[in-house]
């Protein structure tokens, strides 16, 4: 049995000879070689040049890193004690110091920051104020001076949204029933002050948190609460570090 056979017409690889315009992308070794030679000889020449310097380049070149070196004195400095990561940048070559902000800020306890912290709230313009009223109504005079720094930070003539008044932060209702008849006047409204909180202290068993709570937000809060209302402890805790400190500040004479 004769099989067909059938054949593919592929056309010859033509050859250029040295003479002939043959079009190519492929580049000769030879130079590739002189390429190479070429540029390393320019890089070396730059290395040269940039070894060779005049006095005014080293002259500048020693105050940039004389710069660097105090921002870097000034950085490490600053920020003693804080984690730090050296790195190379990729991009510059230059060393970069990566500080881990998150333990930057640390609390420091020292006795003269204490001894200073605790001079600056030794007195207060309203002093014979507190001190007349914590002694009718048998409430601490730390108490009351910690009281009317977190309600006004012992403004007079300040005024809350939501319309309490005075020093001691009195609502208009509340000062009328306190006997307050100027709101406005220091002496009136911390009189009120000291008397509301003493009648808090005394519906709660002398329990402070509480009558504090109840003087912040109303004994019926507390009472329908069951406790201290949660949006009450950050008032009540700033009162009471006040009020030790006014404390420490007295002890300090």
């Known amino acids: 049995m004769i099989q067909s056979v059938s054949y593919l017409h592929i056309k010859p690889l033509v050859a250029y ?6 079009v190519t992308t492929l580049i000769p070794f030879d130079a590739v070689l002189d390429h190479e030679q070429t540029a390393a000889g320019v890089q070396t020449a730059s290395e040269q040049t940039a070894t060779e310097q005049t ?6 070149n020693q105050a940039d890193a004389n710069t660097d070196k105090h921002a870097s004195e000034t950085v490490d400095s600053q920020n003693a004690g804080v984690q730090k990561v050296m790195y190379k940048d990729p991009a510059t ?7 881990d902000v998150a333990e930057e800020v640390k609390e420091t306890d020292s006795a003269s920051e204490k001894a200073t912290s605790a001079a600056s709230m030794k007195k207060t313009k309203y002093d014979a104020y507190f ?3 914590a002694q009718r109504y048998g ?13 006004s930070n012992f403004n007079a003539k300040d005024v809350s949204s939501a319309g309490a008044k ?3 932060q009195l609502m208009p209702v509340t000062a009328k029933s306190l006997g307050v008849k100027d709101v406005f006047d220091p002496e009136q409204n911390i009189m009120g002050g000291a008397k509301c909180i003493k ?4 519906e709660f068993n002398g329990n402070v948190r509480l009558a504090l709570a109840a003087y912040n937000a109303g004994s019926g809060a507390v009472k329908r609460h069951g406790g201290i209302p949660s949006y009450c402890k950050n008032y009540i805790n700033k009162v009471l570090s006040y009020k030790k400190a006014f404390e420490t500040a007295s002890a300090v004479g």
Request: charged fraction near 35%; proline fraction near 2%; hydrophobic fraction near 35%.
């Open 17 to 22: 000879s040295a003479k002939e315009k043959g």
């Open 55 to 60: 006095p005014t380049e080293e002259k500048s």
């Open 93 to 99: 070559g230059k060393n970069i110091v990566y500080v």
């Open 131 to 133: 001190k007349k009223a």
């Open 139 to 151: 409430v601490s005079e730390s108490l009351l001076k910690a009281i009317a720094k977190a309600e």
């Open 166 to 168: 005075g020093v001691m």
């Open 199 to 202: 009648q808090k202290l005394k």
